[in-house]
């Protein structure tokens, strides 16, 4: 057996790690590792080989976790064209490298490629496995996923009760895999203005995660940010201010204080300490502070003359004169 700092063995246990440190939100730590694991693999086996396939699908993941949909979109385009070359158009590896480029195209707002790519996975998986299989409640969650960017809510919620039912059933409530599609229903009934039910779902996807994860998992932090707008809506202001600030302590920790993903966290609770009708908690010094962060890193990453920059820039004038 090949032993050494670069034989396939380490490259195995490299991509062990990585999916390790993925799930523990380690998501550095994991593209170090995946980095090194595939570029062992790509000289032993080759470009084209199933162990790199399966090492590009994990780094397409990983880089839609950090928000680097283009690089995650080179690696699923990769991976889907090594899984079609070995095992045909129709298979079920190729079905679940789809739903991940699926959602990366989701991520750049390129829906009609994301529709007609989940649209391909769903045919896929159903054929395989039929319609009640775990697999295919992946692609209807990836669906929901969509239409509810697209704001088609009702469709969102149409695919995303078909997908909480065949994993409950499947899975049980207190699986991580039910308490994502549960989350995002909940996020999908807040637009509906359906708040009670969202309430009662969001609070069920958080105590599922802080006992799998942890209370500091950033699946923790994106519940707790997607919990801001209900209590917005309830006019539940300290609220809105508690679990914003936790999801900004956890997420800040997972992507680092000046990522890009923070920048609307950080805006959405200015707006919530300069908002006249949160007298209890108003605090406009910190509302400037937190508005300048996000301001300061929409300039580095998006540049001045970017809509978002310009229109954050607007909101921190009025609020300071």
């Given at each position: 057996?090949?032993?050494?700092?670069?034989?396939?063995?380490?490259?195995?246990?490299?991509?062990?790690?990585?999916?390790?440190?993925?799930?523990?939100?380690?998501?550095?730590?994991?593209?170090?590792?995946?980095?090194?694991?595939?570029?062992?693999?790509?000289?032993?086996?080759?470009?084209?080989?199933?162990?790199?396939?399966?090492t590009l699908a994990t780094m397409t993941s990983l880089y839609g976790l950090l928000g680097q949909f283009s690089l995650a979109l080179q690696y699923?385009?990769?991976?889907?064209?090594?899984?079609?070359?070995?095992?045909?158009?129709?298979?079920?590896?190729?079905?679940?490298?789809?739903?991940?480029?699926g959602e990366v195209y989701m991520n750049q707002n390129e829906f009609a490629l994301s529709r007609e790519t989940l649209g391909r996975a769903l045919?896929?998986?159903?054929a395989k496995f039929g319609p009640e299989h775990t697999a295919t409640a992946d692609v209807l969650y990836a669906i929901g996923c969509v239409c509810?960017?697209?704001?088609?809510?009702?469709?969102?919620?149409?695919?995303?009760?078909?997908?909480?039912?065949?994993?409950?059933?499947?899975?049980?409530?207190?699986?991580?895999?039910?308490?994502?599609?549960?989350?995002?229903?909940?996020?999908?009934?807040?637009?509906?203005?359906?708040?009670?039910?969202?309430?009662?779902?969001?609070?069920?996807?958080?105590?599922?995660?802080?006992?799998?994860?942890?209370?500091?998992?950033?699946?923790?932090?994106?519940?707790?940010?997607?919990?801001?707008?209900?209590?917005?809506?309830?006019?539940?202001?300290?609220?809105?201010?508690?679990?914003?600030?936790?999801?900004?302590?956890?997420?800040?920790?997972?992507?680092?204080?000046?990522?890009?993903?923070?920048?609307?966290?950080?805006?959405?609770?200015?707006?919530?300490?300069?908002?006249?009708?949160?007298?209890?908690?108003?605090?406009?010094?910190?509302?400037?502070?937190?508005?300048?962060?996000?301001?300061?890193?929409?300039?580095?990453?998006?540049?001045?003359?970017?809509?978002?920059?310009?229109?954050?820039?607007?909101?921190?004038?009025?609020?300071?004169?």
């Amino acid at each position: 057996t090949e032993q050494g700092p670069e034989s396939l063995n380490v490259a195995t246990v490299l991509n062990s790690l990585g999916q390790l440190y993925i799930r523990t939100n380690q998501l550095k730590t994991a593209s170090e590792c995946l980095q090194n694991a595939l570029r062992i693999q790509e000289s032993k086996l080759g470009p084209k080989a199933y162990e790199v396939g399966e090492t590009l699908a994990t780094m397409t993941s990983l880089y839609g976790l950090l928000g680097q949909f283009s690089l995650a979109l080179q690696y699923g385009k990769r991976a889907l064209s090594i899984m079609e070359e070995l095992f045909g158009m129709d298979s079920v590896d190729v079905s679940r490298v789809l739903v991940t480029v699926g959602e990366v195209y989701m991520n750049q707002n390129e829906f009609a490629l994301s529709r007609e790519t989940l649209g391909r996975a769903l045919t896929i998986t159903e054929a395989k496995f039929g319609p009640e299989h775990t697999a295919t409640a992946d692609v209807l969650y990836a669906i929901g996923c969509v239409c509810s960017v697209q704001t088609d809510y009702d469709g969102a919620a149409e695919y995303l009760k078909k997908a909480e039912v065949i994993k409950t059933r499947a899975l049980g409530e207190e699986h991580p895999d039910t308490s994502r599609v549960v989350n995002r229903l909940a996020t999908v009934y807040v637009e509906q203005n359906n708040l009670t039910e969202a309430q009662n779902l969001f609070e069920k996807s958080l105590a599922v995660r802080e006992k799998q994860f942890g209370p500091e998992h950033s699946r923790v932090g994106q519940t707790l940010k997607h919990m801001i707008t209900l209590y917005e809506m309830q006019e539940k202001w300290s609220d809105a201010l508690r679990v914003g600030n936790r999801a900004l302590d956890i997420l800040s920790r997972t992507f680092g204080e000046d990522h890009i993903n923070i920048a609307g966290l950080l805006m959405r609770l200015g707006l919530l300490y300069a908002n006249p009708e949160n007298k209890a908690e108003s605090n406009v010094d910190q509302a400037k502070v937190l508005l300048r962060r996000a301001l300061d890193i929409y300039e580095k990453n998006l540049g001045i003359d970017d809509k978002k920059t310009k229109e954050l820039a607007d909101v921190l004038y009025g609020i300071e004169h």
